[in-house]
């Protein structure tokens, strides 16, 4: 971002003082034009300096409010520590100015002379709006799940379950159990839940849930393939008419070009009716479980609906 972004809804109004005014004069200057910083400007209109708000009121407590002899030159920034900005320069390259030398205004010119100052203040302020919007638009991107909006819907399918006299169960893999978690905070889902198999491991998922070894080998643990004899396994194996399996990659290691991290396949199964779905998450770890929960619940909620 160029110094003009920061200025260019600034007052054009630029105002400046002699060396030799005194601070008592500074002060009036200060109150009357409410700003916090003045350009010090030798007859030849050279900048030698700023003196600021802050500079003004320290000797005024200093010197027990006898400032009216005290003059600019004498409290203003030193030449060593001043530095000048241009409307094309970078506020990041900027600001790394400032602080080393540790000031907090700026004056900005260009080829006709003086266009504004610059406080570290607006500097910060630019900075953070600028890294803001992109926060923004990374929390805009990543789906926002409701916890309460989870239990409503895993109240649902316990109740369209009861209705149905079927039962449900879960095999879970990147999820951890979360499924099953949320489904059994439901009261009286005893009556319709049987049961859930976590199954990180590929062992798991063949002499547990009858995952052929050659669709392990072929497509990865990860892959559609496995989700659907994942369910279908975990449907078979504890006898139940409804089943949810999920297998993907959390992160925040894990990763590949061919399968990043955030992807996730669920698959739902419903008195013999199979879907599976692929879907790629955004956020961190717990986002992406916790995005995968809410999902694999809507998916076999419109399933069972």
């Given at each position: 971002m160029k110094v003009r972004c920061v200025i260019e809804n600034k007052e054009k109004a630029i105002y400046c003082i002699h060396p030799e005014e005194t601070l008592f004069n500074c002060m009036k200057i200060f109150n009357s034009r409410?700003?916090?910083?003045?350009?010090?400007?030798?007859?030849?209109?050279?900048?030698?300096?700023?003196?600021?708000e802050r500079d003004v009121t320290r000797i005024t407590w200093e010197k027990r409010g006898n400032i009216a002899d005290i003059k600019v030159c004498e409290a203003m920034t030193p030449a060593k520590y001043l530095t000048t900005a241009t409307l094309e320069d970078d506020i990041t390259d900027v600001m790394a100015v400032m602080t080393k030398k540790g000031v907090r205004h700026v004056p900005i010119v260009d080829d006709a002379g003086l266009s504004g100052i610059m406080s570290i203040t607006e500097v910060v302020k630019a900075l953070y709006e600028n890294v803001s919007e992109d926060i923004q638009l990374m929390r805009t991107n990543r789906k926002k799940v409701s916890i309460l909006s989870m239990k409503e819907k895993a109240k649902e399918i316990t109740e369209l379950l009861?209705?149905?006299?079927?039962?449900?169960?879960?095999?879970?893999?990147?999820?951890?159990?979360?499924?099953?978690?949320?489904?059994?905070?439901?009261?009286?889902?005893?009556?319709?839940?049987?049961?859930?198999v976590v199954s990180y491991s590929n062992d798991i998922k063949e002499s547990t849930l009858n995952v052929s070894s050659e669709t392990l080998d072929k497509f990865g643990a990860v892959s559609k393939a496995v989700a659907e004899e994942m369910v279908r396994g975990v449907a078979k194996n504890l006898n139940v008419d409804t089943a949810i399996a999920v297998t993907g990659i959390a992160g925040p290691t894990g990763g590949s070009e061919d399968k990043p991290v955030g992807l996730v396949y669920i698959a739902t199964l419903v008195d013999g009716q199979l879907k599976v779905s692929e879907n790629i998450f955004g956020g961190d770890r717990r986002d992406?479980?916790?995005?995968?929960?809410e999902l694999a619940l809507s998916q076999l909620l419109e399933m069972l609906s």
């Open positions: 409410h700003i916090r910083a003045l350009i010090v400007l030798s007859p030849e209109a050279e900048i030698l300096g700023i003196v600021t009861k209705e149905k006299n079927w039962k449900l169960a879960t095999a879970e893999s990147c999820t951890g159990g979360l499924i099953s978690s949320t489904v059994t905070e439901v009261s009286g889902v005893s009556d319709v839940f049987a049961g859930a992406v479980r916790m995005q995968t929960v």
